[in-house]
């Protein structure tokens, strides 16, 4: 099947090559053009690209996969956009000048629990994981690695007003992540379900820290 659509937003051509690679993973509803936004405010020196989810949502957008109820995802559909999204991924690094050593995955609701399964199934391509407002999808078919994530960081955000994915689901993957030994930063923020200035900033730092020796 062909790559899942994606945007790759421009890039200092005079910044050093072969560049940190970071994808960009949007939430339910929503579309490639939403994480976007966030460029101005990271890294310049990240090759980032957003890709659009699979699969049209019925209310607008798009969606990674369908929801019983939340924690309960359509498990066909996250493990075909899981595939998906590996192979997209792998066009991506051959498409670009990227060091896919480098490859960082920033995911937001929907996004972040896709950013999960990715890294948790092959830790060896992510160097690291921001995870905001969401959280491990467990029960899955899909083979996480937890004893293999000694490369793999995460940053994990969640907003303590969250109504749409309530904070205990960001607790509950900090518990998974400590359970596993993972290295991993846990922030909460008193917010709804999005993204805040603060953690933003703090998202971005822990990005730019990993991403470049230099920091």
């Known amino acids: 099947m062909p790559p899942l659509f994606h945007r790759i937003a421009p890039r200092d051509a005079s910044a050093p090559s072969p560049a940190p690679l970071l994808v960009l993973l949007h939430g339910r509803g929503s579309d490639e053009n939403d994480l976007l936004g966030l460029t101005p405010y990271l890294d310049p020196r990240?090759?980032?690209?957003?890709?659009?989810?699979?699969?049209?949502?019925?209310?607008?957008?798009?969606t990674w996969y369908d929801l019983f109820e939340i924690g309960k995802p359509n498990v066909d559909h996250l493990v075909e956009s899981h595939q998906l999204l590996l192979?997209?991924?792998?066009?991506?690094?051959?498409?670009?000048?990227?060091?896919?050593?480098?490859?960082?995955?920033?995911?937001?609701?929907?996004?972040?629990?896709?950013?999960?399964?990715m890294a948790l199934t092959h830790p060896e391509r992510i160097r690291g994981v921001v995870a905001h407002s969401g959280y491990v999808p467990e029960g899955t078919p899909l083979p996480y690695?937890?004893?293999?994530?000694?490369?793999?960081?995460?940053?994990?955000?969640?907003?303590t007003e969250d109504p749409i994915v309530p904070v205990e689901m960001g607790r509950r993957s900090e518990e998974l992540?400590?359970?596993?030994g993972a290295s991993f930063t846990y922030q909460e923020y008193p917010i709804p379900h999005?993204?805040?200035?603060?953690?933003?900033s703090d998202l971005a730092d822990w990005l730019r820290q990993r991403a470049f020796s230099d920091g």
């Open 194 to 200: 999005t993204i805040s200035d603060e953690s933003l």
């Open 177 to 180: 992540l400590r359970s596993a």
């Open 46 to 62: 990240f090759q980032v690209v957003s890709i659009r989810a699979p699969r049209k949502f019925s209310y607008g957008g798009y």
């Open 87 to 117: 192979e997209t991924i792998d066009s991506i690094q051959r498409e670009l000048p990227v060091d896919p050593d480098r490859t960082f995955l920033l995911g937001f609701s929907m996004g972040a629990m896709m950013s999960f399964a």
């Open 145 to 159: 690695r937890w004893k293999d994530l000694g490369r793999t960081e995460f940053f994990v955000a969640h907003g």
